[in-house]
């Protein structure tokens, strides 16, 4: 048996893409109980039995990073500052497919696609859209976000779209310094409007971060307009735009 499939031994961790699996060991020095840590932080905190289990939205209130969002305060703010549009591309998307009723107040029966690592996760959200008879318009693709081509993904979708980056920065940065910053530009190149948001404190709540980010604000000011930059619980969210 290799490490990847050592690690995999653990349910939680079984159908995580191998390039994630092999990016944990090898930042552990391919210690498989540190890989296992790793990953637990990054995306096994996340797979509660009420989440892998739940195909509504009641599940929105289960999961560590969307328990305390409000979904109509966002996708409010995220409507009135980019107005209709065709698409919705949700990168490291996590258990949002299950606030499509909250997008479609807003965006009507938009066209949304999720990206996401952790396979159980994706299969939530496909079930979802599955049972709710959306799986032609809506579902989650299984991508490591660090492997995907998102620029070649987002020339396909030839509609108007936003696209949402909701707490994916910390796990990216953690696995490659500074490939938030190439990983927005990539973004922007191919969409005007983009949404990011990062935790202020951990999941627990119990420990705050550095709010300023300022070695990522000073990045996003001098390449983007930031439409709307505002907090909801221990989220803070920027709207940005491609400047012209």
């Known amino acids: 048996m290799n490490l990847i499939e050592e690690v995999r031994r653990k349910k939680q961790f079984?159908?995580?893409?191998?390039?994630?699996?092999?990016?944990?060991?090898?930042?552990?020095?391919?210690?498989?109980?540190?890989?296992?840590?790793?990953?637990?932080?990054?995306?096994?905190?996340?797979?509660s039995n009420k989440v892998l289990k739940g195909v509504d939205e009641s599940v929105l209130k289960s999961h560590l990073s969307s328990k305390n969002r409000d979904y109509d305060l966002v996708y409010s703010k995220i409507f009135e500052k980019v107005g209709l549009v065709g698409s919705i591309f949700d990168l490291g998307c996590g258990v949002n497919p299950l606030s499509y009723e909250f997008i479609r107040k807003y965006f009507g029966d938009?066209?949304?696609?999720?990206?996401?690592?952790?396979?159980?996760?994706?299969?939530?959200?496909?079930?979802?859209?599955e049972?709710?008879?959306?799986?032609?318009?809506?579902?989650?693709?299984?991508?490591d976000l660090l492997d995907f081509d998102v620029g070649d993904f987002l020339k396909k979708m030839n509609k108007t779209r936003v696209v949402f980056m909701f707490q994916i920065v910390d796990a990216l940065e953690f696995f490659e310094k500074d490939f938030s910053k190439k990983f927005l530009l990539e973004v922007s190149r191919n969409s005007e409007f983009f949404v990011l948001s990062f935790a202020l404190k951990s999941l627990s709540g119990k420990k705050k971060f550095d709010v300023?980010?300022?070695?990522?604000?000073?990045?996003i000011e001098d390449n983007?307009?930031?439409?709307?930059?505002?907090?909801?619980?221990?989220?803070r969210f920027l709207i940005l735009k491609n400047k012209k």
């Open 224 to 235: 983007f307009e930031i439409l709307e930059d505002f907090q909801n619980n221990n989220e």
């Open 131 to 143: 049972e709710k008879g959306l799986d032609n318009l809506c579902y989650v693709l299984h991508e």
């Open 14 to 47: 079984a159908e995580l893409p191998d390039s994630v699996v092999k990016r944990a060991l090898d930042k552990s020095g391919n210690d498989v109980k540190g890989a296992r840590s790793l990953l637990r932080k990054y995306f096994g905190v996340f797979l």
């Open 110 to 129: 938009v066209y949304y696609v999720g990206v996401e690592g952790v396979g159980q996760l994706v299969d939530v959200g496909n079930d979802y859209f």
């Open 212 to 219: 300023s980010r300022k070695w990522l604000l000073g990045f």
